[in-house]
């Protein structure tokens, strides 16, 4: 759960020149940046490197936070704009959800979890960016609105339509296939 | 609303937590008489946790690379510093205030910069860029002002951390009190049982300054540190509207007050509501406060943090004094002024 009173504690002390609390931002967020580039872009390692350059585009940038309890989201959309720039200079994705296979034998993911990443996979990447923001980011529809230039009532628009989507994919999978 | 669609849709916000009060009623009375919105609702949920534990369920750390490359950026002066705003009249004003508060500072300060250049053993020698200023500043005519303390100046610039100002943190949370309280297994137990009673409250208190603390080394001479704490605990309650008037009372009970309270999350059917209330109270009452906040429930992270005001509070004493100067010497030529006048009349 992001706590926003902890965020804007700990930006505005990074801001003061304490790294230390920037390394207890990453610790906080780095397992959903990393969820959500890998959602995106679909390769596990790259979502790591995706994720290690936002985190460091985001330090740098901290600056340009005007809202420093919405850190979350903001980072997010740097993520959704590197994962982007990283689909576009990487096609075919076929290749990367191979490469999804082959990691190292400790973090390695069950056959069930592959299979169901490479079903999420199959979403159109409209989709997935709703999903990352909404059920890994956890951001409200303003926030999705604002990071995708829409209207809020758009936004829960696009939500409604990413989950029926979703829940196609893994009834089509195999999953509930009620409803 | 009659559209089964658009029930959906409402059911999918509902989810969100992202209904007003009416259309959450709504939506309520339909999941009352619609098995299938019902059965979609589930859906949703069970949807939701399969996807957030099939992204999230892999483990990987790159706080290290991270933090790797932010102390080399650091090194290299990259930091991110407070970002400024456009200047107004206003501002510009201000700025040519403080403009001229620094000459004076740059003119009592070049006494210090001198007897410190001479004397300092090699580890407290300033770095080159700091040496080019000096030079300038020995350019400078030297003012009668009483030597000054300006450690923001020279912090970032002077090599060796024996001059860096020292903060020794004088309060610290004692153990937690031994009355018996709810078993963490018990309130998971009931959240996976009825998620909606899962709550979260999110307190922070911040002490005010502390003139006369303890005394660290800065620029080389002992000096008052000046002190601000910071203490935040997220506790997960029971029943949210119970606890955060109890929190709230214990802010005024321990001498503070509440600064803000406000509730971040409402009726949302998957996550816990919480609740964020933040206050002030006396240095004093800041582990009793927080003490008091973690018996509300079982506490999830505390953290107290202490934080070093001594150059804003320098910076400030020193622009009263100049200020205060100012004022006096306007005073004593307004009389003069006046004297010199009933003389001629």
């Known amino acids: 759960m992001p706590i926003s009173y902890r965020d804007e504690q700990m930006v505005r002390r990074t801001l003061q020149g304490d790294n230390g609390a920037y390394a207890k931002l990453v610790r906080t967020h780095q397992t959903r940046v990393i969820a959500a580039a890998h959602h995106l872009c679909g ?45 576009a200079r990487n096609r075919p994705q076929e290749l990367s959800l191979e490469r999804d296979r082959i990691t190292e034998p400790s973090t390695a993911p069950t056959e069930d979890h592959t299979d169901t990443v490479l079903v999420l996979q199959t979403l159109p990447l409209e989709h997935r960016e709703v999903l ?22 758009n936004a829960r628009v696009r939500c409604f339509r990413a989950k029926q989507a979703l829940r196609t994919a893994l009834a089509g999978a195999g999953g509930d296939a009620s409803g | 609303m009659d559209n089964h669609e658009q029930w959906r849709e409402a059911v999918s916000a509902y989810a969100d ?14 999941l009352s008489e619609c098995a299938d919105c019902r059965q979609w609702l589930e859906q949703l949920q069970s949807d939701q946790e399969v996807f957030t534990e099939t992204l999230m369920g892999r483990p990987a750390d790159i ?28 501002r510009f004003v201000e700025a040519f205030a403080v403009v001229a ?11 210090v910069f001198s007897r410190s250049k001479a004397k300092a053993p090699e580890a407290l020698r300033p770095t080159a860029g700091l040496e080019r200023k000096i030079t300038k500043l020995e350019e400078l005519p030297e003012s009668a002002g009483e030597p000054l303390y300006r450690p923001s100046l020279l912090a970032e610039r002077v090599a060796g951390p024996e001059l860096r100002p020292k903060v020794d943190v004088v309060t610290s949370l004692p153990p937690p009190p031994a009355e018996p309280r709810a078993e963490p297994e018990a309130l998971f137990a009931e959240a996976r049982a009825k998620p909606t009673d899962r709550v979260v409250v999110t307190a922070g208190a911040t002490t005010g300054i502390e003139p006369g ?43 503070g007050f509440v600064l803000n309270s406000k509730m971040v999350q409402v009726e949302t059917i998957r996550q816990p509501r919480v609740a964020e209330i933040t206050g002030k109270v006396p240095k004093e009452e800041v582990s009793n406060t927080i003490n ?10 505390r953290e107290l943090m202490g934080e070093d005001l001594t150059d804003a509070y320098t910076d400030t004493t020193r622009a009263i004094t100049l200020t205060k100067e100012k004022l006096n010497k306007l005073d004593q030529e307004r009389k003069k002024a006046g004297e010199a006048g009933h003389g001629a009349g």
Not at chain 1, 59 to 82: C, D, T
Not at chain 2, 18 to 28: H, K, L, W
């Open chain 1, 132 to 153: 990352a923001a909404r059920y890994l980011q956890e951001m409200d529809y303003q926030e999705i609105a604002q990071m995708l230039g829409i209207t809020a009532n």
């Open chain 2, 17 to 30: 937590g992202e209904c007003d009060q009416a259309e959450r009623a709504a939506v309520e009375a339909h």
């Open chain 2, 101 to 111: 508060v620094c000459a004076v500072l740059v003119s009592v300060l070049f006494p």
């Open chain 1, 43 to 87: 390769d596990f390692e790259a979502a790591q490197d995706i994720a290690q350059e936002a985190f460091i585009q985001a330090y740098q940038s901290l600056a340009k936070l005007n809202e420093p309890g919405k850190f979350a989201a903001w980072l997010h959309g740097i993520v959704r704009n590197m994962a982007r720039k990283h689909l």
């Open chain 2, 63 to 90: 706080l290290d690379s991270v933090m790797k490359r932010v102390t080399e950026m650091s090194a290299k002066h990259e930091q991110p510093v407070a970002r400024r705003k456009p200047m107004t009249v206003r």
């Open chain 2, 213 to 255: 603390g303890p005394e660290g080394l800065n620029f080389g001479a002992r000096r008052p540190v000046q002190l601000a704490y910071d203490a935040a605990i997220e506790v997960w309650v029971k029943r949210l509207q119970e606890a955060v008037v109890t929190a709230e009372k214990t802010f005024y009970e321990r001498g």
């Open chain 2, 292 to 301: 008091d906040l973690a018996a509300l429930g079982w506490v999830a992270q």
